[in-house]
Nanobody, 132 residues
Framework: QVQLVESGGGLVQPGGSLRLSCAAS????????IGWFRQAPGKEREGVSCIGRGDSNTYVADSVKGRFTISRDNAKNVVYLQMSSLKVEDTAVYYC?????????????????????????WGQGTQVTVSS
């Protein structure tokens, strides 16, 4: 059974840090482009950061650039999102998604073009709340 499971969310104060994990089962993540997305109440889902099959090919949204870092450990079948200097506006449900490389135009495309990730596998999401 193909499954993605996010973990690591929680409540954190502004300026704090969290590390989200996206663990895959039933398939190998190393053949997929992986993305982290978030959706706040009343807002559309947005791409936060995406990573290609090679660690050097990444995209990071301007809103989190310099604060969030995506990485992958193919041996463990896990992708991470290290979040630091968190802001109240980072509050959202965070999802990971895995898309087959041949189904997207680019790593950036997966993050910024909604239709490119329609065939992706999705996790159930993890809540991140930044509040004092």
């Amino acid at each position: 059974q193909v499954q993605l499971v996010e973990s690591g969310g929680g409540l954190v104060q502004p300026g704090g840090s969290l590390r989200l994990s996206c663990a895959a089962s039933g398939f190998g993540l190393d053949y997929y482009v992986i993305g982290w997305f978030r959706q706040a109440p009343g807002k559309e889902r947005e791409g936060v950061s995406c990573i290609g099959r090679g660690d050097s090919n990444t995209y990071v949204a301007d809103s989190v650039k310099g604060r969030f870092t995506i990485s992958r450990d193919n041996a463990k079948n896990v992708v991470y999102l290290q979040m630091s200097s968190l802001k109240v506006e980072d509050t959202a449900v965070y999802y990971c998604a895995a898309a087959a490389e041949h189904r997207i135009s680019s790593v950036q495309g997966m993050c910024v073009i909604a239709k490119e990730r329609r065939t992706a596998y999705w996790g159930q999401g993890t809540q991140v709340t930044v509040s004092s």
